[in-house]
C-alpha cells in the first residue's frame, strides 16, 4: 500500500530556512516522479517542484526558483525539500505526491498519491 508521510514543517522567520522530508512506503522514490505542492486556504493549488526517477531532472515554480531545492534521499526513502531564503508568502500547507495521474509537457499535473500535508508558516 502507497503511503506518503510529510515532515518538518513548523515556523521560520522571513530569511530563515526549513526541510521538510517525505517518507514513502509501497514503492521506491526514484521509481516514479514526485513532486512538492503547497496551497494557502480559498486559494488554487501550486506545484512548487518535481524531480523525475533519475533524481536529476526537476522543475521549479518560478516564485521558489534559487531558493528551494528538491532531492531523493534513496537510503531513507524520502523526498526531501530544502526551503532557503524564507518569504513570508511561502507560508501555506505543503504536500508530497507521487506517480504522474497527468502528464503535460512532461512534467505532473496530477498525482496518484498524496500525503496528509504539513504546514509551513514563515513570519515576517
Known amino acids: 500500500q502507497v503511503r506518503l508521510v510529510e515532515s518538518g514543517g513548523g515556523s521560520a522567520q522571513a530569511g530563515g530556512s526549513l526541510r521538510l522530508s517525505c517518507t514513502a512506503s509501497?514503492?521506491?522514490?526514484?521509481?516514479?516522479?514526485m513532486g512538492w505542492f503547497r496551497q494557502v486556504a480559498g486559494r488554487q493549488r501550486e506545484s512548487i517542484s518535481q524531480?523525475?526517477?533519475?533524481?536529476?531532472?526537476?522543475t521549479y515554480a518560478d516564485s521558489v526558483t534559487g531558493r528551494f531545492t528538491i532531492s531523493q534521499n534513496k537510503g531513507k526513502n524520502t523526498l526531501d525539500l530544502q526551503m532557503d531564503s524564507l518569504k513570508p508568502e511561502d507560508t501555506a500547507m505543503y504536500y508530497c505526491?507521487?506517480?504522474?495521474?497527468?502528464?503535460?509537457?512532461?512534467?505532473?499535473?496530477?498525482?496518484?498519491?498524496w500525503g496528509q500535508g504539513i504546514q509551513v508558516t514563515v513570519s515576517p
Open positions: 505526491a507521487a506517480n504522474c495521474a497527468l502528464f503535460s509537457a512532461g512534467w505532473c499535473k496530477d498525482f496518484n498519491h
Open positions: 509501497g514503492f521506491v522514490v526514484g521509481d516514479v516522479t
Open positions: 524531480i523525475k526517477p533519475d533524481g536529476i531532472t526537476a
